[in-house]
């Protein structure tokens, strides 16, 4: 990674308010091109954890074995790399059409722009189990700053435009988690 990538990763975990604030006139490809230099960093030491067996709940969930070894850390770098851009692309297409909605904003790029710094937190520290977690609180916490700074607006509204589409995820994951078990009760009821 390039010193400038290093400072810049720096500045989003250390001070990023200030780092946001001078990250505004960044072009799409120069915020592209560090996106994808932490998304390289974060894919390839999840497919390290997955050859070695950790990082993954894939067996506790399904109840079968979770794939290690080299074709499944692979796997893990192709898959992490390739979801996580398109994960960028449909969640700052979503957070983008709420912040239209609340305050006009200046343009989808704008959102992407800050959605892509806002990712440092959880490209650099989400491969951690349990870490990754917190990793992820910090980056919507970092959403919303980026919202806020890029667009101009309060942080009330950008917290809403960066909230609301978790709100409304996690409930569809409560919803699916409950008819899962609801399936699951009533197989087991007619065995």
Do not use: Q
């Not at 974060?42 to 079968?64: D, H, N, P, Q, R």
């Not at 980026?146 to 994951?173: C, M, Q, S």
């Amino acid at each position: 990674m390039s010193p400038d990538i290093i400072e810049k990763a720096k500045g989003f975990i250390t001070d990023p308010v200030e780092t946001f604030r001078n990250a505004k006139g960044d072009d799409l490809g120069e915020v592209l091109t560090y996106f994808a230099a932490i998304l390289a960093v974060y894919a390839v030491l999840t497919g390290l954890m997955t050859m070695a067996g950790f990082g993954s709940s894939y067996s506790e969930i399904t109840g079968m074995e979770s794939a290690t070894g080299i074709v499944a850390g692979i796997s893990a770098i192709v898959g992490t790399f390739i979801g996580e851009i398109i994960g960028l692309v449909v969640v700052g297409l979503i957070v983008h059409i709420l912040v239209a909605l609340l305050v006009g904003g200046n343009g989808l790029e704008v959102t992407i722009r800050a959605l892509a710094y806002a990712a440092t937190p959880s490209m650099l520290l989400g491969w951690i189990p349990v870490i990754g977690f917190l990793a992820l609180l910090w980056t919507v916490a970092l959403a919303v700053v980026g919202i806020r700074e890029f667009h101009d607006t309060t942080t009330g509204k950008a917290a809403v435009a960066v909230l609301l589409p978790v709100v409304v995820l996690f409930g569809l994951f409560i919803v699916l988690i409950v008819m899962v078990a609801a399936v699951a009760v009533a197989a087991g009821a007619m065995a």
